[in-house]
């Protein structure tokens, strides 16, 4: 059973840069058919993509977070990252990573999240 | 906003069915699959619906989807408490390439 899991500072400072890990386990991140995805969701709104990765490094961004996010992949240790540079308040939000069966295809494993504060 | 259009909210009495739509364009719905996901406060979304129809494993046939042009549309039937939940849609967008949810329904059974 493929398993994700979410790691990362809970606190982060307004203007510095939001880090976090997931972590896979029961499968391989390496394997050609699936890219990997980060997802959050602010308190009381919806969910919003932020962007994903393929084993190759290929990405996709969300457009109107591109210029802030960077999404990377580390074979050897099973896991990908997120970087969201100049936070702000409005980063506020539970973070998600999930794993997606090709471009087009519907997220079929979810983290569990974990929620980032952005506060001084 | 959302690039996918759903209705905030949707009710209905225990046992009734009730249907979400979902309203995108062509370079989303039109061209390419939709997905439909169920959201409980606190745990991870759960995906109920994929390539506009099918369900996954351990998902019961009380839950349906459909598609047709721009517009998706999710099917519950014999309604339960416990579908008591955040509905979302989900397309990639080849013009974005991107991919796009909607805002989410609040499915009420009472």
């Known amino acids: 059973q493929l398993q994700l899991q979410e790691s990362g500072p809970g606190l982060v400072r307004p203007s510095e840069t939001l880090s976090l890990t997931c972590a896979v386990s029961?499968?391989?991140?390496?394997?050609?058919?699936?890219?990997w995805d980060w997802i959050r969701q602010p308190p009381g709104k919806g969910l919003e993509w932020i962007g994903t990765?393929?084993?190759?490094?290929?990405?996709y961004y969300n457009p109107s977070l591109k210029s802030r996010v960077t999404v990377s992949v580390d074979t050897s240790k099973n896991q990908f990252s997120l970087r969201l540079t100049s936070v702000t308040a409005a980063d506020t939000a539970v973070y998600y990573c999930?794993?997606?069966?090709?471009?087009?295809?519907?997220?079929?494993?979810w983290g569990q999240g974990t929620l980032v504060t952005v506060s001084s | 906003q959302s690039v996918l259009t759903q209705p905030p909210s949707v009710s209905a009495a225990p046992g009734q069915k009730v249907t979400i739509s979902c309203s995108g364009s062509?370079?989303?719905?039109?061209?390419?699959?939709v997905s439909w996901y169920q959201h409980l406060p606190g745990t991870a979304p759960k995906l109920l619906i994929y390539?506009?129809?099918k369900r996954p494993s351990g998902i019961p046939d009380r839950f349906s989807g459909s598609k047709s042009g721009t517009s998706a549309t999710l099917g519950i039937t014999g309604l339960q408490t416990g579908d008591e939940a955040d509905y979302y849609c989900?397309?990639?967008?080849?013009?974005?390439?991107?991919?796009?949810f909607g805002g989410g329904t609040k499915l009420t059974v009472v």
């Open positions: 989900g397309a990639w967008d080849s013009s974005l390439s991107a991919v796009v």
């Open positions: 029961g499968g391989s991140i390496s394997s050609s058919s699936y890219f």
């Open positions: 990765i393929y084993y190759s490094g290929n990405t």
């Open positions: 999930a794993r997606r069966a090709g471009v087009p295809a519907a997220i079929d494993y």
């Open positions: 390539e506009n129809n």
């Open positions: 062509s370079s989303n719905i039109r061209k390419n699959y």
